[in-house]
């Protein structure tokens, strides 16, 4: 008998290789039973799966369909432009969103990542990013209150930290450090990018400097959508 996960990724590779289009008609739960002589149980069990990792949804009483997926979106991973003007660049409906700006309660593992003294205050800001309304990455940015003071009042505006950088007098900046490691997403992450804890966040860890001052701006911290990119490095 077929195992549950071998009948998932059939329908996977049907649905990549175009058997199924968007918004298709899956077979129903029965035929499916008997096209890969399974129980039923087994067959709704791969319709859950698949709905889970966002390759089909339900319609009450009428069964599963194929879901439409995202945009693979190419994502340049070197370079010093932002996020926000790469997207701009290859021209998607993309949009910036300030989610947060808060002070950082346990600041003692920014010391040296920021070259701060430790009674340092620094704060986190928070940007949503979303290409036609539906959101790609998180980005959230931790700056020191020594280097930019009235960033608990402005960082509740910042929508481009880059913009907010060359605004400041900061026109010439390098990305460093940068740390590539992959993760499941928590409960507030699944919510906040709306995806299941079976689609694996990206997390790209780098600092900004000022090249001019040798001073470093900030240390970030992004988590990509993995489902929503393709990654050129």
């Known amino acids: 008998m077929i195992e549950e996960m071998e009948m998932i990724d059939h329908l ?12 298709d008609k899956l077979p129903s739960e029965n035929e499916l039973a008997d096209l890969y002589k399974v129980p039923r149980m ?8 698949l709905q889970e990792l966002g390759y089909v949804f339900s319609r009450q ?8 997926r995202l ?6 991973l070197t370079g010093n432009s932002s996020f926000s003007k790469k997207m701009i660049e290859l021209g998607y409906n993309y ?28 704060f986190k800001i928070g940007r949503l990013r979303l290409v036609d309304q539906q959101p790609i990455a998180l980005h959230t940015s931790f700056v020191a209150e020594s280097v930019f ?11 481009s930290m880059y913009d907010f950088y060359q605004a400041k007098g900061y ?8 740390v590539l490691s992959v993760m499941v997403p928590t ?6 990018l709306e995806c299941t804890g079976l689609i694996p966040l990206l997390v790209l860890e780098s600092g900004c400097r000022d090249l001019a001052s040798g001073e470093l701006l900030e240390c970030t911290r992004t988590l990509y959508r993995s489902d929503c990119f393709t990654y050129v490095l």
Do not use: W
């Open 95 to 122: 949009e910036s969103r300030n989610i947060y700006c808060e002070e950082v309660e346990d600041r003692a593992m920014f010391t040296q990542k920021l070259d701060i003294d430790e009674d340092d205050r620094v």
């Open 71 to 76: 945009q693979q979106i190419p994502l340049v």
């Open 42 to 49: 087994t067959a709704r069990k791969a319709y859950n799966r």
């Open 187 to 192: 409960k507030y992450e699944r919510e906040l």
């Open 12 to 23: 996977i590779a049907d649905i990549h290789a175009g058997k199924y289009k968007a918004n």
């Open 149 to 159: 003071p009235d960033i608990r009042t402005e960082g509740g505006r910042i929508t």
């Open 171 to 178: 026109k010439e900046l390098k990305y460093e450090k940068t």
């Open 61 to 68: 009483g009428m069964g599963s369909y194929v879901k439409g």
